[in-house]
């Protein structure tokens, strides 16, 4: 065999194998590590759309290789407490830190056959979610983005998008 076609045969083994182990990689392997909320969109059964935390949230899912995981979202137009005493804050200032925003720790685990990420919630500022199990579909997992979806938001409110970015 000649140098440059064993130089050549080396270099497509090398790149073919380092392609078929990405693939090979399950989704929990891929979906570890911390992503940074670029958008959530609710879509009503009407088809209207809305953004519970505005056009520009604040927010960061993180994943542990082991299992755990912490979700915050935040609006951006999230009030400021005016005195700056979070125990004093007024019914408003409390109500729109409610609407504008949720966080939840607990445990995750995938279906990797139906591509599912399954949330169990210890607990969340929203606390009637506390120690409940959400599905969410992976409708989208690459080395950049990783958009979810929640067909049956509360309170028949429609379908739930989230899209991240990975935080690098």
């Given amino acids: 065999m000649k140098p440059i076609t064993f130089a050549a045969a080396t270099l497509a083994l090398a790149v073919l194998g380092g392609e078929a182990a990405a693939q090979q990689r399950t989704l929990k392997d891929r979906l570890a590590g911390t992503w940074h909320l670029v958008i959530s969109e609710v879509v009503a059964p009407d088809g209207q759309k809305s953004f519970p935390f505005g056009p520009n949230p604040a927010g960061v899912m993180m994943f542990t290789p082991d299992g755990n995981y912490a979700h915050i979202h935040v609006a951006a137009e999230v009030p400021k407490i005016a005195n700056g005493n979070s125990l004093q804050a007024t019914p408003e200032e409390n109500a729109g830190i409610v609407r504008g925003s949720i966080a939840q720790f607990g445990t995750w685990t995938i279906d990797e056959e139906k591509s599912l990420l399954i949330l169990k919630i210890v607990t969340s500022t929203f ?16 080395d950049d983005e990783f958009v979810n979806s929640k067909p049956d938001v509360g309170a028949g409110r429609g379908s739930a998008t989230n899209l991240y970015k990975r935080a690098r």
Avoid at 127 to 142: E, S, V
């Fill in 127 to 142: 606390a009637n979610w506390r120690g409940i199990t959400q599905t969410r579909l992976i409708a989208k997992l690459n």
